[in-house]
């Protein structure tokens, strides 16, 4: 009983220590959001693009309604940082939402200038970046330390209208989209669609649970509207899925891998989940 006493002690306080941490954490996130909300971001003078940081660009920054401004500091891995091949879907998936393109704005401030040429060539980003050497836009500006909140859309006059990045969080780019293209309306909602899978039911037969037995499901956008998806969940360990998390077209079909390895004997009914902007707003099962 003494043991079992400890034991409630010891978890107690660690228990109620995440709980504060997580408290903290959501009301740091709360505080970023005020101070920065229509807080207005300064852009420095005499800016140059480059395209794979060898040929600098007559790019100049639009006079559009919105624009997206890109922050990437020299802590950390750049390469986590960067994304840039997710940040080519979520361009893509913006200009198919938005009937004006969005201009997106890219100012990297790297120590290893050799590793971002490489990752623009590996993605083949060919979009114009800003390489900030001296750090100006963050000097003007001061800039949350968090990645996650160094990606701003900015409105008309460059205040920050919604502040998080949508690579890293894939609710950002929703909350774009409802600020974009309705902005007398932020509740409205981006364009859905619909999808069919090529099966329902799939039946692996009886296999040894030393066994891996896999397949390929079909996933159609039957819809007009490019398809997102979200997340593709399982019920259980046994199943994992794979997919493709570029965004499908209109009448463009993608595919879901399943495999399934049981640890025990027995029978097992697992599920399949798929979510994305759906019409009804209800997910894919398989």
């Not at 709980?19 to 807080?39: A, D, F, G, R, T």
């Not at 960067?82 to 940040?87: D, G, P, R």
């Not at 971002?116 to 001061?142: E, S």
Request: a positive charge; proline letters at 4%.
């Amino acid at each position: 009983m003494k043991a079992l006493n400890l034991i409630i002690l010891v978890l107690l306080p660690i228990f109620f220590s995440c709980k504060n941490e997580q408290k903290e954490k959501e009301k740091h996130i709360e505080q970023l959001v005020n101070e920065w909300q229509v807080k207005e971001s300064k852009l420095p003078d005499n800016l140059i693009f480059t395209r794979y940081l060898t040929d600098t660009t007559d790019f100049r920054i639009p006079q559009s309604e919105y624009k997206v401004l890109v922050y990437v500091d020299s802590t950390g891995c750049t390469s986590c940082k960067l994304q840039l091949h997710k940040w080519k879907e979520q361009i893509e998936y913006t200009d198919s939402v938005v009937l004006e393109k969005v201009p997106f704005l890219f100012f990297f401030h790297s120590k290893d200038y050799k590793e971002i040429r490489y990752l623009l060539k590996r993605d083949g980003f060919d979009r114009p970046v800003c390489i900030d050497m001296d750090n100006r836009l963050n000097k003007l500006n001061k800039f949350p330390a968090d990645m996650t909140f160094q990606t701003f859309l900015l409105d008309k006059k460059n205040r920050v209208a919604i502040l998080g990045n949508p690579v890293h969080n894939m609710a950002v780019i929703d909350l774009y989209l409802k600020q974009i293209t309705d902005k007398d309306n932020p509740n409205k909602n981006i364009p859905k669609t619909t999808t069919e899978i090529n099966q329902t039911d799939i039946d692996f037969g009886t296999f040894d649970k030393s066994e891996t037995k896999e397949t390929t499901i079909k996933v159609k956008n039957t819809g007009d509207s490019p398809r997102v998806t979200v997340d593709v969940s399982t019920t259980c360990g046994r199943t994992a899925a794979t997919y493709n998390k570029r965004f499908a077209k209109s009448r463009e079909t993608l595919r879901v891998g399943i495999k399934m390895t049981p640890k025990d004997t027995g029978f097992f009914d697992e599920v399949v989940t798929i979510k994305y902007n759906s019409i009804n707003n209800q997910p894919v099962k398989v």
